[in-house]
T-cell receptor, first 110, second 110 residues
Framework: QKEVEQDPGPLSVPEGAIVSLNCTYS??????FMWYRQYSRKGPELLMY????GNKEDGRFTAQVDKSSKYISLFIRDSQPSDSATYLC??????????FGTGTRLQVFP | DADVTQTPRNRITKTGKRIMLECSQT?????MYWYRQDPGLGLRLIYY???????NKGEISDGYSVSRQAQAKFSLSLESAIPNQTALYFC?????????FGPGTRLLVL
């Protein structure tokens, strides 16, 4: 079993939709949780970073962490075609190693 | 943002050739990382370095070597390239608990 599981998609939604991206994990030592966005032929770009359980909001993006269920989510409100990318969850615990999900490919069509 | 640059951006080589991928960062961060990305497998850690004298193997170090020539430079070498090393390679630096990635090198081994 992988430490981090992420549905690869692709996820295709119309412009303006609310998007929910999710990851589950098995290692209870994970403490820091990140979401990266990766456009085609580009490096991953840090989008959101959270430490504790609960919600963190940044513009149209909300990151949610539920440590009791070992489940994290990224919500995108009012999705735009420019949000079309691959979204990678990542997490780190008591080692220096960042563990990534495999990424979910999102397409937002006009 | 950690201003990570990678060269070359694209490289085609033949089986058995030795090649080097280079990474530089301008912010003076201590920790640097090399990852490879393959479809369906996400990002996997090859090597990481805490400083010039501290190099560590990651998840998939076989067939690779690294050199930390200076705090700002971290190079990845494929001693004898093979086709299954065809992938996208990313360098990253660590800032706090998060990592910032370079634009990547797309490597094709024929």
């Amino acid at each position: 079993q992988k430490e981090v599981e992420q549905d690869p998609g692709p996820l295709s939604v119309p412009e303006g939709a609310i998007v929910s991206l999710n990851c589950t994990y098995s290692n209870s030592a994970f403490q820091y949780f990140m979401w990266y966005r990766q456009y085609s032929r580009k490096g991953p770009e840090l989008l959101m970073y959270t430490y504790s359980s609960g919600n963190k909001e940044d513009g149209r993006f909300t990151a949610q962490v539920d440590k009791s269920s070992k489940y994290i989510s990224l919500f995108i409100r009012d999705s735009q075609p420019s949000d079309s990318a691959t979204y990678l969850c990542a997490m780190i615990g008591n080692t220096d190693k960042l563990i990534f999900g495999t990424g979910t490919r999102l397409q937002v069509f006009p | 943002d950690a201003d990570v640059t990678q060269t070359p951006r694209n490289r085609i080589t033949k089986t058995g050739k030795r090649i080097m991928l280079e990474c530089s960062q301008t912010k003076g961060h201590d920790r640097m990382y090399w990852y490879r990305q393959d479809p369906g497998l996400g990002l996997r850690l090859i090597y990481y370095s805490f400083d010039v004298k501290d190099i560590n193997k990651g998840e998939i170090s076989d067939g690779y070597s690294v050199s930390r020539q200076a705090q700002a430079k971290f190079s990845l070498s494929l001693e004898s390239a093979i086709p299954n090393q065809t992938a996208l390679y990313f360098c990253a630096t660590k800032v706090g608990e998060t990592q910032y990635f370079g634009p990547g090198t797309r490597l094709l081994v024929l």
